[in-house]
Nanobody, 121 residues
C-alpha cells in the first residue's frame, strides 16, 4: 500500500509563498492525488486535486493562487501556494485513491499523509 509523507509547512506572513511536498512510496497511475486542508473550526476540505486524466482542479478560494503538480520520477506531489492569506492557515494533507475521482471531496480518497502545518499571519 502506498504511503504518503508531507513536508514544507511553515509560518509565513500574509502575501508570502510556500511549496508543500508529498513524497509517496509509489504513484497512482490510474488514480487521483490531491491536497486537502483542515482549518480550525472547519471540516476537512479539498484544496487541489489532479484528476485521473491529469487535469488539476481547485477550490474556488485558492484558484489562481495555488498550483498542484506531480513529479513521477521523484514520486512527489507538490502544492505551490502564493499570495497566502491568514484564512489559509491549516493542516495540509496529501491523499490518494487507486481509482477514478470526479471531485475534490475528501471522502473519495482513502490513503492519507500525516499532514503539515501552514500558518499565515
Amino acid at each position: 500500500q502506498v504511503q504518503l509523507v508531507e513536508s514544507g509547512g511553515d509560518s509565513v506572513q500574509a502575501g508570502g509563498s510556500l511549496t508543500l511536498s508529498c513524497t509517496a512510496s509509489s504513484m497512482y497511475k490510474n488514480g487521483c492525488m490531491g491536497w486537502f486542508r483542515q482549518r480550525p473550526q472547519w471540516p476537512r476540505e479539498g484544496v487541489a486535486v489532479i484528476l485521473s486524466d491529469g487535469t488539476p482542479t481547485y477550490r474556488d478560494d485558492v484558484a489562481g493562487r495555488f498550483t498542484i503538480s506531480r513529479d513521477n520520477t521523484k514520486n512527489t506531489l507538490y502544492l505551490q501556494m502564493n499570495s497566502l492569506k491568514p484564512e489559509d492557515t491549516a493542516i495540509y494533507s496529501c491523499a490518494a485513491v487507486a481509482g477514478y475521482c470526479f471531485s475534490i471531496h475528501p471522502q473519495d480518497f482513502d490513503v492519507w499523509g500525516q499532514g503539515t502545518q501552514v500558518t499565515v499571519s
